[in-house]
């Protein structure tokens, strides 16, 4: 009988993602993805408005092994991917301690993946990879960042937020406006109703190639104070939208020009916006469902990173911040 990786051709890689509140598996050949389960418990942690990490945590471990083995589905891998952070550290952990006691169980070797390098990673799956270089916008709800990608696996920041993330801003709107959370795409679907100049909401320049959303944040507050929000929602999810897509698509075009990249790719959650998407035609957007937080995506990203031979990975920990 052939061994791990014995055959020829692409091997497959097991990938698991639960930095936040998606718990996710996929099976990627190469570039193909084979399988790609998301279990969302963005239901679970609506009433309280956002995600709470404790409660994260116990779902991951509830979800973690029935997710894998509906993305396994029969198949052997190769090795396995995981997210090692940034992210909430509870949920991480449960994804990377499933993933450690499965590659020792199956003697594969692991593969712990950064969760920023594998939304750009998303931008690398068949049927279209990308191939760098390209500026890419990352923007999700833990993250907004510019990136020079000059090659597969690697990234230099060119810019971030101050305060806020993209899909923060998003998220706090929408619950100011009283919707669902998560709130971008929320905002989203109720934008295309409203009227985008309504209310100017002004998005602070900063210097070089960062953002800033807390004021544009406190701009909507003032304005939702003052109003009947019922009436005005639609309008005011709309400006709201706008000024946020406006800051982004501005940015990114600049750090195209700085750079002289001719290509630009929009990833993570915030990438899933129909409005952002309108306002850079000529990015390379992944679709909708590698947009959002997802295994595939850390799968891809495995395959430019470093793996630990087994069994030398047991002792390998998560970090909540980005490194
Ligand atoms: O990448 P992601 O799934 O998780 C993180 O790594 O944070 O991104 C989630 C974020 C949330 O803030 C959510 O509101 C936002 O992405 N988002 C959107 C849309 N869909 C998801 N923001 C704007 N428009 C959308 N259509
Ligand atoms: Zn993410």
């Not at 990352?138 to 810019?159: K, M, N, P, W, Y």
């Not at 501005?250 to 790719?265: H, L, N, V």
């Amino acid at each position: 009988m052939e061994g791990p990786g014995a055959g020829t051709g692409p091997l497959l890689i097991l990938g698991i993602e639960t930095s936040c509140d998606e718990t996710a598996a996929a099976v990627l050949d190469g570039g193909k993805i084979r399988s790609n389960v998301v279990s969302s418990q963005a239901q679970l942690h609506a009433r309280f408005g956002g995600v709470v990490p404790e409660i994260a945590s116990r779902h991951h471990l509830e979800l973690v092994l029935p997710v894998v083995r509906e993305a396994l589905d029969g198949h052997e891998v190769d090795s396995v991917a995981v997210t090692q952070g940034p992210g909430l550290i509870g949920a991480l952990l449960v994804g990377l301690s499933a993933a450690k006691a499965l590659a020792w169980a199956w003697q594969l070797p692991l593969v712990p993946v950064d969760h920023l390098q594998g939304h750009v990673a998303s931008l690398y799956l068949d049927p279209d990879p990308l191939e760098p270089p390209f500026v890419c916008l990352l923007a999700s709800g833990g993250h907004t960042l510019l990136l020079d990608v000059q090659e597969r696996g690697s990234f230099a920041i060119l810019g971030s937020t101050l305060d806020d993330a993209a899909g923060e801003a998003f998220d706090k709107g929408a619950r100011l406006l009283g919707l669902g959370y998560p709130g971008g795409a929320e905002i989203d679907r109720l934008a295309r109703t409203g009227d985008p100049k309504a209310f100017e909401f002004p998005v602070a320049r900063v210097p070089g190639l960062d953002f800033s959303f807390s004021g544009v944040k406190t701009a909507l507050l003032y304005a939702t104070r003052d109003l009947d929000i019922e009436e005005r929602k639609a309008d005011l999810a709309a400006s709201y939208q706008n000024a946020i897509v406006r800051a982004l698509a501005e940015r990114t075009q600049e750090a195209a020009e700085r750079t002289g990249a001719d290509r630009i790719a929009i990833v993570g959650g915030v990438a899933a916006n129909s409005e952002l998407r309108a306002a850079l035609p000529d990015a390379v957007a992944p679709p909708l469902e590698l947009c959002i937080d997802n295994a595939a995506m850390i799968a891809s990203a495995a395959r430019y990173a470093d793996a630990v031979p087994y069994p030398g990975y047991l002792a390998l920990d998560a970090y909540a911040q980005a490194v």
